[in-house]
């Protein structure tokens, strides 16, 4: 079955540290794109691609960093530079019809 | 960046009643969609629209796309416990790009 895989599930990350979040899927769709979550908030793009080695920042990319070598992936680094690093953090995958979703990585920082 | 005006922000109700919560926007979309998000998981896409005055149904969800292109609404019949969690809509514009624009989403919470 084709689907979009975020991992890990949960990830703690010492204050100053960098951490990659992993996002892959095997829908063959060429857009991806990585959302952040906090309690009680709505979906907020952090960065989005359309095609492959081409990404574009959305609403709140500072302190984040993205790469698209592959179709497939579209890994996030958090890095030292964002203030509020803990959140959810959801990947997704587009086509014309609506976006597939990744189960989310709830990232803390300790 | 711009985001779609959805209402209510949350929902209390009993098992049995019927919900409704809506979205609108001042630009007009071609494709609506509804998604809801259990907690700790990712939103699943619950029904999706292409057609102003679309009315389309899933179970016991029914959905319509407005005539105005601005808005749509989600109606949920005779609510279940398992119906909780976050609703969103989602618009876009249309042409080429697939991104979408959310609403901040509605929390239904039924109490049995």
């Known amino acids: 079955d084709g689907g979009i895989t975020q991992s890990p599930k949960y990830l703690f990350r010492k204050e100053g540290q960098n951490v990659t979040l992993s996002c892959e899927q095997n829908l063959n769709h060429d857009a991806m794109y990585w959302y952040r979550q906090d309690p009680g908030q709505g979906l907020r793009l952090i960065y989005y691609?359309?095609?492959?080695?081409?990404?574009q920042k959305g609403d709140i990319a500072e302190g984040y960093s993205v790469s698209r070598e592959k179709k497939e992936s579209f890994p996030l680094t958090v890095t030292s530079a964002q203030k509020n690093p803990t959140a959810f953090y959801l990947c997704?995958?587009?086509?014309?019809?609506?976006?597939?979703f990744g189960s989310g990585t709830r990232l803390t920082v300790v | 960046g711009q985001q779609l005006n959805q209402s209510p922000q949350s929902m209390f109700i009993q098992e049995g009643e019927d919900v409704s919560m809506n979205c609108t926007s001042s630009?007009?979309?071609?494709?609506w969609l509804w998604y809801k998000q259990d907690p700790g998981e990712g939103p699943v896409l619950l029904i999706a629209l292409y057609k102003a005055g679309e009315l389309t149904s899933n179970g016991r969800l029914t959905a319509q796309f407005g005539i105005t292109r601005k808005d749509s609404f989600l109606n949920i019949s005779a609510s279940i416990p398992s119906d909780v969690g976050i609703y969103f809509c989602a618009g876009r514009e249309g042409g080429s790009n697939y991104k979408l624009t959310f609403g901040k989403g509605t929390l239904l919470t039924v109490n049995p």
């Open positions: 630009s007009i979309f071609n494709t």
């Open positions: 691609s359309q095609i492959v080695n081409d990404f």
């Open positions: 997704a995958s587009g086509r014309l019809g609506g976006y597939t």
